[in-house]
Each structure stands twice: as structure tokens, then as C-alpha cells.
């Protein structure tokens, strides 16, 4: 099912390595059936990823000023050079790995979302988010 999307077939067509990157984003609530759809891909790349990155687009600041970003594929595909201040290695590390994709574990996702709310930066698909992942997870 998620290889089968554009977006991460689009992906693996860039040849990042995959043991050094993780999906973020609502990428985890697609991978778990949370969301039938998905506007984009952020991917979080560790050193290696992020220097392929490097050679297939120019970084900027990402919108929200935490980190730098490469967007590539008119849009759908975001590789982040961080991730609100998580540590690139832990966030890799601590993955789940579905159909040999790296992605953010949904606690996690719950847990930068909530942040992200409570910051008062959070959107109303933010909320709407929460609360799927809560359902979930009981």
C-alpha cells in the first residue's frame, strides 16, 4: 500500500539510503492507515541522506524556520535537514520500519503535534490528528 503511492515511489527513485532517513510528518498516520491520503512527504535525513539531498536540490529555510529543507517533485517530496528540534540519529533510530520504510513512530507523532498545539502554531487537522492517534493507540 505505501510503496504503491506516487509519492514514495517518486522517493525511492531518488536513491536516498534508506537506513538514514525517516518519514515524519503525516507520512506515519498514512504508513498505519490513519489517512487514505497524503499532500506531501517530509523526510528527515540523517548526514549521508541529507548530502544526497544536497546534490539534487537547493536548501532553504524550511517555512516554520526550524531547520533547512530541500523540496523536490514540485512539492511532494520535503527532505528536512532536522525536525522541531528532535535529534536527527533518534528519530532514525527509534523508526518503524513498514515495507522497508523508515517512520516516526505514532507516539512521537503524537507528541510533536501536541507541542505544536500547545505552542499555538498548530492547525485544525493538527487537533483533528491527536485525536485520531489517541484512538489509535488505545
Known sequence: MV?????????????????DYVIAGSGPMFAHGLRRDIGDIDVVAGSVAWSRALELGHPETAPLGYAQHVVLSGGAIEILDGWFGY???T????????????????????????????????REKDRCDIELIRQYLQ
Open 3 to 19: 510503496r504503491e503511492h506516487p509519492f514514495f515511489q517518486q522517493l525511492m527513485s531518488l536513491r536516498l539510503p534508506v537506513e
Open 87 to 89: 535529534p536527527v540519529d
Open 91 to 122: 528519530l532514525i533510530t527509534e523508526a518503524e520500519i513498514i515495507e522497508g520504510i523508515r517512520f516516526m513512530p505514532l507516539r512521537r507523532v503524537l507528541e510533536w503535534k501536541l507541542k505544536f498545539v500547545d505552542n499555538g502554531v498548530g
